[in-house]
Structure formats: structure tokens, C-alpha cells
Nanobody, 123 residues
Framework: QVQLVESGGGLVQAGESLRLSCAAS????????MGWFRQAPGKLREFVAA????????YYADSVKGRFTISRDNAKNIAYLQMNSLKPEDTAVYYC????????????????WGQGTQVTVSS
């Protein structure tokens, strides 16, 4: 199983930027997907973005499209989530996930999860 460690969360003001990192200890082959999910207090964990390691396929939730960018560093086995123009409603714990998945938006398909990193956006 892949081990994941997130970093980069913090407290920012609305309109500012943050970059999250997710370091993976291993890979699961060509179907490998790394995704970002978030969970706000009292809400379900929701899909944010995902990237297919082999094809560079990129996927975004409508709520972050145009503001967030997911990318990866093959050599370092790290996935990044660049978050620009942050809004108070982006406040949540952000989780990195990985696995061989078909539906990148379905959190149930991911087998490995990080511990989460808090992102707080003040207005």
C-alpha cells in the first residue's frame, strides 16, 4: 500500500494562494491516480482534483476549476495542488489519496489516504 504525507496547509486571507504537496512512498502501476479531497466541518468529504500518473489526465471539481491546478513530479513521486484565489468556502481539511481507480471522483475507490492538512481561508 502506498504511504502518503501531505504538507503545505495553513491560514490565508481570501484571494491569496497556497500550494499543497503529497509525497508518495510508492506507486501502483499505470492505472495510478493521485487525488485531492477535502472535508469541511459537518460535511462529506468531497472531490477536489485528480491526476492520472501515466497519462497526465487532469480532473477538477467545478467549484475549483480555473483556480486550482494539480500537477506531479515523477522523479520525486510528489503531487501538488496549487490553490489560487482562495475563498472562505475553500476552508477544509485537505486529504491526498492514491490508488488504481476508474472513477477519480469516487472517494471509495482510493485505497491509500494521507493524514490531512488544514486549510483555513479568512474573509
Amino acid at each position: 500500500q502506498v504511504q502518503l504525507v501531505e504538507s503545505g496547509g495553513g491560514l490565508v486571507q481570501a484571494g491569496e494562494s497556497l500550494r499543497l504537496s503529497c509525497a508518495a512512498s510508492g506507486r501502483a502501476g499505470n492505472a495510478y491516480v493521485m487525488g485531492w479531497f477535502r472535508q469541511a466541518p459537518g460535511k462529506l468529504r468531497e472531490f477536489v482534483a485528480a491526476i492520472r500518473w501515466s497519462s497526465d489526465g487532469l480532473y477538477y471539481a467545478d467549484s475549483v476549476k480555473g483556480r486550482f491546478t494539480i500537477s506531479r513530479d515523477n522523479a520525486k513521486n510528489i503531487a501538488y495542488l496549487q490553490m489560487n484565489s482562495l475563498k472562505p468556502e475553500d476552508t477544509a481539511v485537505y486529504y491526498c489519496a492514491a490508488g488504481s481507480v476508474r472513477n477519480v471522483r469516487d472517494r471509495r475507490e482510493y485505497g491509500s489516504w494521507g493524514q490531512g492538512t488544514q486549510v483555513t481561508v479568512s474573509s
